[in-house]
């Protein structure tokens, strides 16, 4: 009966994270970034879109793997301004999916996240840049805010309010 119980929790999570969180009549966005959330851990993707949330970031796109990150860059008219993606998907790499939306136009930069030691993410770091991809970095999972804050804040001064 545990088992059942865990494995609908995980689906309501999966389900809740595909819906971005109405803003409350009285939030405003001190943010307007548009972002693509890639993270294959229902878990993971609700902590980060609580974290983005907290500090302001309301434009979330969430998506649980490269195929429904890929489907999300089709039904949109404009670009994302940021593609925040895993790098380790159950049907892809992260930096292949970045790849793809650098290359079709619908992402103008990008941030993996990963658990990987730090020389692979260093290597993800040189082959975006041996391919101009307008990669701002890799950070480390799991997630300490702070660091996504800063790389925010320091990369897009001119989404604040």
Excluded at 64 to 85: K, V
Excluded at 87 to 96: I, K, N, R, T, W
Aim: aromatic fraction near 6%.
């Amino acid at each position: 009966m545990a088992i059942v119980a865990l494995s609908d929790a995980f689906s309501f999570a999966a389900i809740s994270a595909r819906a971005t969180p109405a803003l409350p009549d009285d939030t405003m966005s001190k943010h307007n970034l548009r972002i693509l959330l890639v993270e294959d851990h229902p878990f993971q993707l609700i902590a980060t879109q609580i974290l983005l949330n907290s500090q302001g970031y309301f434009l979330l796109t969430p998506a649980l793997t490269a195929t429904e990150a890929l489907q999300a860059m089709e039904r949109t008219l404009e670009p994302y301004d940021l593609l925040l993606c895993d790098q380790c998907l159950p049907d892809g790499e992260g930096f292949e999916v970045i790849e793809q939306a650098f290359k079709v136009g619908m992402a103008r930069s990008a941030v993996v996240l990963s658990g990987l030691d730090a020389s692979r993410l260093q290597a993800i770091e040189q082959l975006a840049a041996q391919r101009d991809l307008p990669l701002l970095g890799c950070l480390s999972k799991p997630l300490h805010g702070p660091d996504l804050v800063r790389l925010l804040e320091s990369r897009f001064p001119e989404h604040h309010l």
